[in-house]
Structure formats: structure tokens, C-alpha cells
């Protein structure tokens, strides 16, 4: 079975500074994965997506993330945040069946 | 604009009352999920749909039911067998493996 696991409900960062959110899976077969970004009351918004080509994934808003298969991970960093970045992200995995499996969020704070 | 659509956002529940969340999608996309939402736990796949006329439990399906009698709607009712049904409920829906949200509903049960 597939599992995704977020170290650290809540991260606080001040503004400028380097965001790194974790994100660890579990897959028997090559993983697709995604993060997603939450902001308050309102759905998710797709960030970026492994698909198989590059291990390094640019997304939106600044946003990157790193598959490695040796350490089973797929972080999401930034060079420097805003504080418009504050929002909860979540890390998912695909079934391939089309189904995502969520990690349980991680809350980012950012502090001016 | 394309998107999918869900009402109303906000939604309050006596105890042992039935209600219908609506989802609505002009994406033409053949697959749609419910999923729920409670601080802490991430999100969790209540029902699914990838073709019209058929839909699949997903890992908390009891005291919830859906139909999908069109490629754009797939409502979901939430029952009075549901115990615990304040929540934030999303609807999604996908084109090969990427999942697009609608904007959600808060129910909450008084």
C-alpha cells in the first residue's frame, strides 16, 4: 500500500528566508507524486507534479521539490519566502489507479 | 470559465437530518472524488467516480452515498448514520493524474 508522511504539522519561517517542507513516501511501484497548496476555507491548488522525467520539479509561486528514490523523499523548498506563502501544503502520492493518497499537512507560518 | 463548482460553502445540519453537498464540473473530465477534511488528518477519500453510472467506496464511505447520473455532477448526501459529520468536505475531479479541487463546504451539525 501507499502511505505519504509530513514531518512537522507546522513550520515557521521568518520572511526571506529558506522554506523546506518534508515530505516521505511509500510505493511499491514508481511514484507519482504531488504537492498542493491550501489556502484558508478554500480547495487545493496543484503546486507541481513527478511524473518520471525530471527529479528536480519547478512549480508555481517559486516553488520546487526534489524526488530522490534512495531516501524515498520529495521535499518542497523556496529560496525565500513571502508572506503570501503562508497556507497549509499537503503532499500526495497516486495509486496510478488515479486515486491520491495525502499526507496530513503541514501548516507553513511565515513571521516579517 | 472551467472549473468545478460546489454549494453551498457553507452548510448547518440538525442532528438526524440528511444533506446534499453539490459538485459541478465543466472540465469534461470523467473522474470525480469527495474527499473530507478535518485539522490534522489530511484529506480522506470518501467516494469516487471515473465513468458516469458507476462510483466506488473510498476509505470512509460509511454514512455517506452519491450518485453520478451525469459526467458533470456528482453530489453527495450525507446521512444521518454519518456520527461525525462537521467537516470540510471537497469535491475533485481529474484528467489522467492530476486532481482539481472545487472551493469546498463547511458542514457543520448543530
Known sequence: ?112 | DGGITQSPKYLFRKEGQNVTLSCEQNLNHDAMYWYRQDPGQGLRLIYYSQIVNDFQKGDIAEGYSVSREKKESFPLTVTSAQKNPTAFYLCASSIGLEQFFGPGTRLTVL
Open chain 1, 1 to 112: 500500500a501507499q502511505s505519504v508522511t509530513q514531518l512537522g504539522s507546522h513550520v515557521s519561517v521568518s520572511e526571506g528566508a529558506l522554506v523546506l517542507l518534508r515530505c516521505n513516501y511509500s510505493s511499491s511501484v514508481p511514484p507519482y507524486l504531488f504537492w498542493y497548496v491550501q489556502y484558508p476555507n478554500q480547495g487545493l491548488q496543484l503546486l507541481l507534479k513527478y511524473t518520471s522525467a525530471a527529479t528536480l520539479v519547478k512549480g508555481i509561486n517559486g516553488f520546487e521539490a526534489e524526488f530522490k528514490k534512495s531516501e524515498t523523499s520529495f521535499h518542497l523548498t523556496k529560496p525565500s519566502a513571502h508572506m503570501s506563502d503562508a497556507a497549509e501544503y499537503f503532499c500526495a502520492v497516486s495509486d496510478q489507479g488515479g486515486k491520491l493518497i495525502f499526507g496530513q499537512g503541514t501548516e507553513l507560518s511565515v513571521k516579517p
